[in-house]
T-cell receptor
Framework: KNEVEQSPQNLTAQEGEFITINCSYSVGISALHWLQQHPGGGIVSLFMLSSGKKKHGRLIATINIQEKHSSLHITASHPRDSAVYICAAGGSGNTPLVFGKGTRLSVIA | NAGVTQTPKFQVLKTGQSMTLQCAQDMNHEYMSWYRQDPGMGLRLIHYSVGAGITDQGEVPNGYNVSRSTTEDFPLRLLSAAPSQTSVYFC???????????FGQGTRLTVV
């Protein structure tokens, strides 16, 4: 079974800081997802990637297939970025997505 | 285009009661799934469906039933609620199994 580990578990940053959240997985995958869960509970998909790098606004996601590692970066962080960020690894065939436990980010003005 | 609509948002059940959590999507997605989210744990897959008439078990299926009679709807049934089923439940849909997933707003279920 794929094991997905996220770090850090909790992160507090000052507004404007550059933030990195890490995700490691144990078994080769077909795709990795980054999700955002706001305090109200709703979950939104941020990225799905299988190689390289994707960028959307101030968010950047990268993946290194050989090292089984992905990172989510937030540039110029803002209090509205405060949320739980979750990575999920998807294998091949019938294997289900395996989710990390999430990283709780608080950005202070 | 409503996306994924999940109802109810909150529910309190007594042990032994049954109920159905509703999930509907209007994006013509084939893949739908149900997850539960518990404190300190990642989302865990309960059941999933790859199309109308096809369902399969996920990681934690015991105590739950599903059916998929249409592409749009994927209800989750709790047959006899237990306190261990107290959790937040999310329904999700996607075009394919490993494409972008869209989540419902969640149902916070408490079993007393």
């Amino acid at each position: 079974k794929n094991e997905v580990e996220q770090s850090p578990q909790n992160l507090t940053a000052q507004e404007g800081e550059f933030i990195t959240i890490n995700c490691s997985y144990s078994v080769g995958i077909s795709a990795l997802h980054w999700l955002q869960q706001h305090p109200g509970g709703g979950i939104v998909s941020l990225f799905m990637l299988s190689s390289g790098k994707k960028k959307h606004g101030r968010l950047i996601a990268t993946i290194n297939i050989q090292e089984k590692h992905s990172s989510l970066h937030i540039t110029a962080s803002h209090p509205r970025d405060s949320a739980v960020y979750i990575c999920a690894a998807g294998g091949s065939g019938n294997t289900p997505l395996v989710f990390g436990k999430g990283t709780r980010l608080s950005v202070i003005a | 285009n409503a996306g994924v609509t999940q109802t109810p948002k909150f529910q309190v059940l007594k042990t032994g009661q049954s109920m159905t959590l509703q999930c509907a999507q209007d994006m013509n997605h084939e893949y739908m799934s149900w997850y539960r989210q518990d404190p300190g744990m990642g989302l865990r897959l309960i059941h999933y469906s790859v199309g109308a008439g096809i369902t399969d078990q996920g990681e934690v299926p015991n105590g739950y039933n599903v059916s998929r009679s249409t592409t749009e709807d994927f209800p989750l049934r709790l047959l006899s609620a237990a306190p261990s089923q107290t959790s937040v439940y999310f329904c999700a849909s996607s075009y394919g199994r490993y494409t972008e997933a869209f989540f419902g707003q969640g149902t916070r279920l408490t079993v007393v």
